[in-house]
């Protein structure tokens, strides 16, 4: 079956753009979050949705947000982009059933802030 | 706040060594502890997962081991391949969630 589906794989954008990230979980799961990858900071945790409702948030500041549809596909949006926000931005989605809560990573987004 | 190590940060091996990747958190109030490998520039691949019930999984050359109470995991790889060249990264739960807490990772090279 198709795994998570990010959208787009890169972006360049200019310091101050927003820019809208896509997440396509797997067929089935209910629940995405997303996470920030950089290399002083490691994967940090951003937000979860799961069932179009917000369940976690982590500590970022709020030109980070999100939202989820109905067909449980997620975006991203991160408004007056700075440099520091280039990072690698990775989704995963799960089932989270009583017993079933592994978690499946897409290949990310790639976002370099210029 | 949880806390998650791993230890080697770096580790470079002949083929056909036995290992083990130690992961350790400070909060032991985990709901599960998963393992991920990460290829350079990619998104992250599912190993292991390892309910807070279990004490350990296996798939394949791997396994994994939770001790809770001391707040340590492992991951065992037996024979090691030049294709187990990766960055290894555990992450705990504190929910049913999908909020992780990650480590910061140990960079495997096997060399042939």
């Known amino acids: 079956k198709a795994g998570v589906t990010q959208t787009p794989r890169y972006l360049i954008k200019t310091r101050g753009q927003q820019v809208t990230l896509s997440c396509s979980p797997i067929s089935g799961h209910r629940s995405v979050s997303w996470y920030q990858q950089t290399p002083g900071q490691g994967l940090q945790f951003l937000f979860e949705?799961?069932?179009?409702?917000?369940?976690n948030k982590g500590n970022f500041p709020g030109r980070f947000s999100g939202r989820q549809f109905s067909n449980s596909r997620s975006e991203m949006n991160v408004s007056t982009l700075e440099l520091g926000d280039s990072a690698l931005y990775l989704c995963?989605?799960?089932?989270?059933?009583?017993?079933?809560?592994?978690?499946?990573f897409g290949q990310g987004t790639r976002l370099t802030v210029v | 706040k949880q806390e998650v190590t791993q230890i080697p940060a770096a580790l470079s091996v002949p083929e056909g060594e036995n290992l083990v990747l130690n992961c350790s958190f400070t909060d032991s109030a985990i709901y599960n502890l998963q393992w991920f490998r990460q290829d350079p520039g990619k998104g992250l691949t599912s190993l292991l997962l390892i309910q807070s019930s279990q004490r350990e999984q296996t798939s394949g050359r791997l396994n994994a081991s939770l001790d809770k109470s001391s707040g340590r995991s492992t991951l065992y790889i037996a024979a090691s391949q030049p294709g187990d060249s990766a960055t290894y990264l555990c992450?705990?739960?504190?929910?049913?969630?999908?909020?992780?807490?990650f480590g910061t990772g140990t960079s495997l090279t096997v060399i042939p």
């Open positions: 995963a989605s799960s089932m989270l059933g009583p017993m079933n809560t592994e978690a499946f």
């Open positions: 992450a705990v739960s504190r929910n049913t969630g999908n909020q992780f807490y």
């Open positions: 949705y799961f069932s179009e409702t917000q369940r």
